[in-house]
């Protein structure tokens, strides 16, 4: 059915925060929530991790908003939505959209309906440095605007197949912690190593090399077109293989940097947290090598398994050892070929990697199942929310 339409600017009130400055300690710590893009991760924001006092108010463009305001992130992030459940006040970053007659117009109805536009936002956004959208383009929005009563339908039924998206997200979370459970089960604490497993330097173990630069010069050299798996490819624990560009090399690089099942790759840098973070190569994309910011970390199969060594790299020990050796800039830490060989590794007896590959092996397939329902509930939520919001 066809409803009549209102534009966002007609129908709502459009406010966006501010930052009090943080020099000035009195603005912050008071009894007003504020809310970063962060905070809307919770969907309802009953909770944030900030709060600024009276006088931040008064010294900055932030704004209290009423409970039930629809939040929408407008700056970098595109697109994410949260209601308020309680009165605050947000960051720059987040605009503020209240409806001007809540009898005409839900909040948790126009929240589903900027979800169905995050698309279309986040192509709006594109072509400056900073993806961004301004109130201009939030107005003029158009809202279908069915009856109270069509619109609370609605809400129920996009909220009862976002539940189970929930769901199956918490369960997959779940699932993703099985291995590094297991792992401590079976050899401890690497921090303390309380089996009195002998002690390796990586470099003894494996065989650690960088990758290929970008933008060399071959001159009338014959090179190849190969597959290149780039640092933003490499996540905490899975290869992201979503985009995977091609690069210009010489035979030779991909005889000695291809990619093998079983080989380790890691990042030699990026932000504190995701120092080397690593990942298990497990796919078939022929003669895929790798760029210079990511070690190939190739294990020697009589001393160590590459499934123990990928799940070891996200223990304390090895994380207090990469912040340790790491140089460090503004906000970004790298670690060099050197300190990755260096890198001590606890090393149980290969009977136990062998009895840990066969139980990572079952709980790496219970994760894969739940990824793909996952996969699957978001699909058909999407599908539902295009269906109900469809022009």
Known sequence: MTYPRVSLGDACRIL????PSRTKREYFGGGIPWVKITDMLQGTVITTDETISEAG???SSAKVLPKGTVL???FATIGRTAVLGIDAATNQAIAGIVPKDTAQLDSDYLRYFLDSKHG?????????????INQGILKALEVPQPPLAEQRRIVDLLTRAEGIVRLRREAEKKAAELIPALFLDMFGDPATNP???????????AEVVSGVTKGRKFGDKQTVEVPYLRVANVQAGHIDLTEVKTIEVLPRDVE????QNGDVVLTEGGDFDKLGRGALWEHDIANCIHQNHVFRVRCK???MLPQFFVIYLQSSRAREYFLRCAKRTTNLASINMTQLRGLPVVL???????????????????EYQQSAATTKAQATFDALLARVFRA
Do not use: C, Y
Request: glycine letters at 8%; proline letters at 3%; hydrophobic letters at 40%.
């Open 16 to 19: 966006t925060g501010g930052t």
């Open 57 to 59: 108010i008064a010294n």
């Open 72 to 74: 929408i992130s407008i």
């Open 120 to 132: 279309d936002l986040n192509r709006a956004a594109r072509g400056v440095a900073q993806p961004n």
């Open 195 to 205: 089996k009195r497993w002998a002690e390796h330097s990586l470099g003894d173990i």
């Open 256 to 259: 000695q940097l291809a990619l």
């Open 301 to 303: 199969q009589s001393a």
């Open 348 to 366: 149980p007896a290969m009977d136990t990697q062998r009895e840990f590959v066969e139980r990572f092996t079952a709980g790496r397939s219970i």
